[in-house]
């Protein structure tokens, strides 16, 4: 039997709507994924980012244990190589010096500081003397 609303249809009966308010409703749900593609690929790459983060902050974690690692070695083998010299420090060493995989050779010597005045401009009449010689 029939109801007797003009303009009801199976779906407005159940629910007991009218026809423009589910048009609507219905407009506005496939209308969602075009409003928020925007918001969805900017969470998408945010995600991807924090994930790049998490790859390079785990890569940096990994290798400060492994110079961790290598510090250890080397206090290690100044600590016996200042148990096996006698009291009286020598320049010559008994045991190479390592070298950290990373960080290249230890410097033989450092060199001296560069000597730079300050510009003219910021000099102020103020004599400043001569450079340095080695």
Request: net charge negative; hydrophobic share 30%; charged share 25%.
């Amino acid at each position: 039997m029939p109801l007797t609303v003009p303009h009801a249809t199976p779906h407005s009966r159940h629910h007991g709507r009218n026809p423009d308010e589910q048009d609507s409703t219905y407009r506005e749900f496939r209308e969602l994924p075009a409003l928020f593609r925007d918001e969805l690929k900017v969470i998408r790459r945010e995600n991807m980012l924090l994930y790049e983060s998490q790859q390079v902050i785990h890569r940096d974690y990994k290798r400060l244990h492994e110079v961790k690692e290598d510090m250890r070695k080397l206090v290690e083998t100044v600590c016996s190589t200042k148990e096996a010299q006698p009291a009286a420090v020598s320049h010559a060493t008994t045991q190479p010096i390592p070298q950290l995989p990373s960080l290249g050779a230890w410097p033989v010597s450092t060199p001296s500081p560069v000597y730079l005045p300050p510009p003219v401009e910021e000099n102020d009449g103020v004599e400043w003397p001569e450079t340095p010689h080695s």
